[in-house]
């Protein structure tokens, strides 16, 4: 977060710490927007999931590819994708039980607060269980399938670039937008 960011964020939590819920109102256009744009991104990511799932699950029966992807890693990506599509679920839920034009500007920021927790530790949680896949499963594809090793190291590090320049600051804008105050 940059400086000039944070002194404005901290400003407007100052500014709501200074006066009463019936003073502060929420843009409650612009935070429903917000809303539905996450709800969208948590059905995409719950979907993205669910396919992967059945794609590795294929992969897993049919056994393609035993040397350098075995058996064990893809039975671990079609559990981690699992949980993951559940917590899609689970966060797309949370959300859609917010009423955002019924709810005082302090509860709104603070069930916005906890979802933004909720996205964080799910977020350090998932990336941990890739590292772990990737830990487990780049030693079999060096050794038995060296083009494919250098496939999943250029497409991961894509991936993560992608997700830093792209993704987060997507999902930073529409948290932000969600407490939007007019």
């Known amino acids: 977060m940059k400086l000039d960011e944070l002194k404005e964020s901290m400003s407007t939590l100052d500014q709501i710490l200074a006066k009463t819920n019936s003073e502060i109102e929420i843009n409650v256009s612009i935070a429903q927007m917000a809303k539905n744009k996450i709800l969208k991104k948590f059905r995409q990511g719950f979907v993205s999931c669910a396919i992967l799932a059945v794609v590795f699950t294929a992969m897993a029966l049919g056994n393609l590819n035993p040397y350098s992807f075995p058996l064990h890693l893809k039975i671990y990506l079609v559990v981690y994708l699992m949980v993951a599509a559940g917590w899609y679920v689970f966060m797309y839920l949370k959300l ?21 927790m909720l996205m964080l530790s799910g977020e350090v949680f998932f990336g941990m269980g ?3 896949l990737f830990t487990l499963l780049l030693p079999n ?5 060296r083009a494919g090793f250098w496939c999943v190291i250029v497409t991961l590090v894509f991936a993560i670039v992608y997700g830093i320049v792209h993704m987060w600051p997507q999902y930073i804008k529409l948290f932000r937008d969600l407490n939007s105050i007019k």
């Open 96 to 116: 859609k039980s917010i009423n955002i034009a019924a709810l005082t500007p302090g509860k709104l920021i603070s069930k916005t607060a906890n979802l933004k």
């Open 130 to 132: 890739i590292v772990v």
């Open 141 to 145: 594809a060096w050794d038995f399938n």
